[in-house]
């Protein structure tokens, strides 16, 4: 039996236990709502029919993927790609994290190096 304590309590939510990773993606999901309604319904539909994966877990986990996806599919203009992922993705995290310094930087890395922007965001996120 593991004594409680011994590892990280993770947060519930309802009446389910959610990890790190879930949390986040439920803050970005959340945010969007709340500041452009229906856009991510908008997004998770195109999302889910390409690649199978909402775009805020692909956001986290495969941001080349959602890259590819804004810019390829969507709307082939970076301008409306760096606006969409700088205040609809980034924001809530950096918020949180108290990193607005660092927000034109992750977002230039996540449009011209997706994985580096992996690699940074989650230096960030593990520093907490």
Do not use: W
């Not at 409680?4 to 949390?23: F, L, Q």
């Not at 809530?92 to 690699?119: A, C, G, M, R």
């Amino acid at each position: 039996m593991i004594k409680h304590g011994s590892y990280p309590t993770p947060a519930v939510h309802g009446e389910v236990e959610v990890s790190a990773r879930s949390r986040l993606i439920i803050a970005i999901e959340n945010y969007i709502r709340s500041r452009a309604p229906g856009y991510l319904e908008y997004l998770d539909i195109i999302c889910k029919k390409l690649l199978g994966r909402g775009c805020a877990d692909l956001f986290v986990d495969e941001p080349d993927k959602l890259r590819y996806i804004l810019v390829d599919k969507l709307s082939n203009d970076i301008h409306t790609v760096y606006f969409i992922i700088k205040y609809l993705f980034l924001r809530p995290i950096l918020i949180k994290l108290d990193k607005l310094d660092v927000e034109e930087e992750l977002t230039s890395l996540f449009i011209q190096n997706p994985e580096k922007f992996k690699e940074k965001l989650n230096q960030m996120l593990n520093q907490r």
